[in-house]
């Protein structure tokens, strides 16, 4: 496959290092942005880089973020049906046009990044004069496929689960492609949300439950089931090498944050999460594959998922991400990348048209010490209930602290999680607000605070659950009886 490459240098002087990158985006004159539903995936870079806009059709701060832009005005459009559909409708907003318009410098309207986009979303980039800081939507696509991961981590030589790739015709059809992979097994479909596509099938009841998801596919993957914790990496290809953050640990199928059961919600972060020998594969196998990546024609950030085998402590690669993801919100406000620069400056950096030094194998070096991770969690709460409801009030974006009685109070406004003081703090971002509706699966928000939110058993801690029921406490909500009711958000706006 062919991809956009990485912008061809100027005749700029060249950087030399971690400090001049630095220097470089403090006195940027580029026009950046972000432009997605919302600005949680990269909290904070409006802070490293100067220029850099959020462009958001969810107001999260409800105005208070001095650098988040979103318009007024709901101008008609069809129901969205992904994060595709809202960065479409927000590149044809009247608003945004001007907006861009207006800090277009020297006919330069800027760069911009996406959580997710489609070639759509290309064509209206450009006719607004911003490009992509991201390799093609065929490409990420094409990597994004859940079956062409596989095959990309076969040329990598990176392990996977024991798998077959194949249309499934009927249940005796899958339990013949699968003879090799026992009776318990996991289905994919080639693309999927946070757990809506990951199905564990063990007798013909189960899979006549999701047949009709899994038979329309020309190709699945199946795999055989493991005993295994999740767990997650995010890395950059870069023009001199693959830079990998540290492994983190995954919150998957919880009950209290999420109705699916393999849906990922939450991550975590601290100093031994992982075996030392485990911490070394992870980063190995994440390295080989960026390399591969880079082969296959892309460049920039990137996040896979691995599975740990816990009957023989194996670790096996579970899926890519070509994007920034859920997860970079922890990885870019660690110790490790504020001491240096956050994952997402180095991805920004192979767009900018600049040339650059960097030794690659002494910034993983460094990301890999212990004392150079510190103790965060992340929880995504979404709503269970299969009910629809009107939100009548929703607690705002900022910090909040707990008392030792579990009730928590708003304390102050924050844009993102480095305020956090201590374990009896947390940084809530809203996501469903007042006005807004809640369905089963909907985001209402993300929970951030220092420390552990799972037991050494990959379990929910007492603090998590603390936490997840005062939040869910300061919503004040009506079950709306016509399920009917046409909602204009669906899936999760995260990941």
Same mark, same amino acid.
């Given at each position: 496959?062919?991809?956009?490459?990485?912008?061809?240098?100027? $005749?700029?002087?060249?950087?030399?290092?971690?400090?001049?990158?630095?220097?470089?985006?403090?006195?940027?004159?580029?026009?950046?942005?972000?432009?997605?539903?919302?600005?949680?995936?990269?909290?904070?870079?409006?802070?490293?880089?100067?220029? !850099?806009? #959020?462009?958001?059709?969810?107001?999260?701060?409800?105005?208070?973020?001095?650098?988040?832009?979103?318009?007024?005005?709901?101008?008609?459009?069809?129901?969205?049906?992904?994060?595709?559909?809202?960065?479409?409708?927000?590149?044809?907003?009247?608003?945004?046009?001007?907006?861009?318009?207006?800090?277009?410098?020297?006919?330069?309207?800027?760069?911009?990044?996406?959580?997710?986009?489609?070639?759509?979303?290309?064509?209206?980039?450009?006719?607004?004069?911003?490009?992509?800081?991201?390799?093609? /939507?065929? @490409? $990420?696509?094409?990597?994004?496929?859940?079956?062409?991961?596989?095959?990309?981590?076969?040329? /990598?030589?990176?392990?996977?689960?024991?798998?077959?790739?194949?249309?499934?015709?009927?249940?005796?059809?899958?339990?013949?492609?699968?003879?090799?992979?026992?009776?318990?097994?996991?289905?994919?479909?080639?693309?999927?949300?946070?757990?809506?596509?990951? #199905?564990?099938?063990?007798?013909?009841?189960?899979?006549?439950?999701?047949?009709?998801?899994?038979?329309?596919?020309?190709?699945?993957?199946?795999?055989?089931?493991?005993?295994?914790?999740?767990?997650?990496?995010?890395?950059?290809?870069?023009?001199?090498?693959?830079?990998? /953050?540290?492994?983190?640990?995954?919150?998957?199928? !919880?009950?209290?944050?999420?109705?699916?059961?393999?849906?990922?919600?939450?991550?975590?972060?601290?100093?031994?999460? #992982?075996?030392?020998?485990?911490?070394?594969?992870?980063?190995? !196998?994440?390295?080989?594959?960026?390399?591969?990546?880079?082969?296959?024609? %892309?460049?920039?950030? #990137?996040?896979?998922?691995?599975?740990?085998?816990?009957?023989?402590?194996?670790?096996?690669?579970?899926?890519?991400?070509?994007?920034?993801?859920?997860?970079?919100?922890?990885?870019?406000?660690?110790?490790?990348?504020?001491?240096? /620069?956050?994952?997402?400056?180095?991805?920004?950096? *192979?767009? @900018?048209?600049?040339? %650059?030094?960097?030794?690659?194998?002494?910034?993983?070096?460094?990301?890999?010490? +212990?004392?150079?991770?510190?103790?965060?969690? +992340?929880?995504?709460?979404?709503?269970?209930?299969?009910?629809?409801? %009107?939100?009548?009030?929703?607690?705002?974006?900022?910090?909040?602290?707990?008392?030792?009685?579990?009730?928590?109070?708003?304390? $102050? @406004?924050?844009?993102?999680?480095?305020?956090?003081?201590?374990?009896? *703090?947390?940084?809530?971002?809203?996501?469903?607000?007042?006005?807004?509706?809640?369905?089963?699966?909907?985001?209402?928000?993300?929970?951030?605070?220092?420390?552990?939110?799972?037991?050494?058993?990959?379990?929910?801690?007492?603090?998590?659950?603390?936490?997840?029921?005062?939040? $869910?406490?300061?919503?004040?909500?009506?079950?709306?009886?016509?399920?009917?009711?046409?909602?204009?958000?669906?899936?999760?706006?995260?990941?």
């Amino acid at each position: 496959m062919s991809a956009k490459k990485s912008i061809k240098p100027t $005749r700029l002087p060249v950087l030399n290092g971690v400090s001049d990158i630095r220097r470089f985006f403090y006195k940027n004159e580029t026009p950046l942005y972000f432009i997605s539903a919302t600005n949680f995936n990269l909290l904070g870079a409006d802070e490293w880089i100067k220029g !850099f806009k #959020f462009i958001c059709h969810i107001e999260c701060f409800d105005g208070q973020h001095p650098n988040v832009f979103s318009p007024d005005e709901e101008i008609p459009h069809d129901d969205f049906t992904s994060i595709e559909d809202i960065n479409n409708y927000l590149l044809q907003h009247p608003e945004v046009k001007d907006y861009i318009k207006t800090r277009t410098n020297d006919k330069n309207a800027g760069k911009v990044m996406f959580l997710m986009f489609d070639e759509k979303t290309e064509k209206l980039a450009k006719k607004l004069g911003l490009e992509i800081m991201f390799p093609s /939507a065929k @490409m $990420r696509t094409f990597m994004d496929n859940k079956v062409n991961t596989n095959r990309i981590a076969e040329k /990598a030589g990176v392990p996977c689960v024991p798998y077959v790739l194949s249309k499934v015709n009927d249940y005796k059809h899958l339990r013949k492609l699968s003879k090799e992979l026992g009776e318990e097994l996991v289905v994919q479909t080639p693309f999927g949300d946070s757990g809506h596509t990951t #199905f564990f099938i063990s007798n013909e009841e189960e899979f006549d439950k999701h047949s009709e998801e899994i038979i329309k596919e020309k190709e699945v993957k199946v795999m055989k089931r493991i005993n295994c914790k999740g767990s997650a990496i995010e890395a950059c290809v870069t023009r001199h090498g693959t830079i990998v /953050a540290p492994l983190m640990t995954e919150l998957v199928g !919880f009950d209290e944050l999420t109705p699916y059961q393999g849906g990922w919600c939450g991550n975590e972060i601290y100093p031994d999460a #992982f075996t030392p020998k485990l911490r070394k594969k992870a980063a190995k !196998f994440t390295q080989l594959f960026g390399d591969q990546l880079r082969k296959e024609g %892309y460049i920039g950030y #990137f996040e896979l998922d691995f599975l740990i085998d816990q009957d023989n402590g194996e670790i096996y690669l579970g899926e890519l991400n070509p994007r920034v993801t859920g997860a970079s919100s922890i990885t870019n406000h660690a110790v490790f990348a504020l001491a240096d /620069a956050p994952l997402f400056v180095f991805h920004m950096l *192979e767009w @900018m048209g600049v040339d %650059y030094k960097l030794n690659v194998n002494t910034i993983n070096r460094r990301w890999a010490k +212990q004392e150079n991770i510190d103790s965060w969690s +992340q929880l995504i709460i979404k709503h269970t209930e299969d009910t629809i409801e %009107y939100i009548n009030q929703a607690p705002a974006s900022g910090i909040y602290k707990m008392f030792d009685n579990g009730h928590i109070k708003y304390d $102050r @406004m924050d844009t993102h999680r480095r305020a956090v003081e201590s374990e009896n *703090e947390a940084f809530f971002l809203h996501i469903s607000k007042t006005g807004d509706y809640l369905y089963e699966g909907a985001d209402m928000g993300i929970l951030v605070s220092r420390g552990r939110m799972m037991t050494d058993d990959f379990q929910l801690n007492e603090r998590a659950q603390n936490w997840i029921k005062a939040i $869910r406490s300061k919503y004040n909500s009506t079950i709306v009886e016509d399920k009917r009711k046409k909602l204009t958000l669906t899936g999760s706006l995260t990941k």
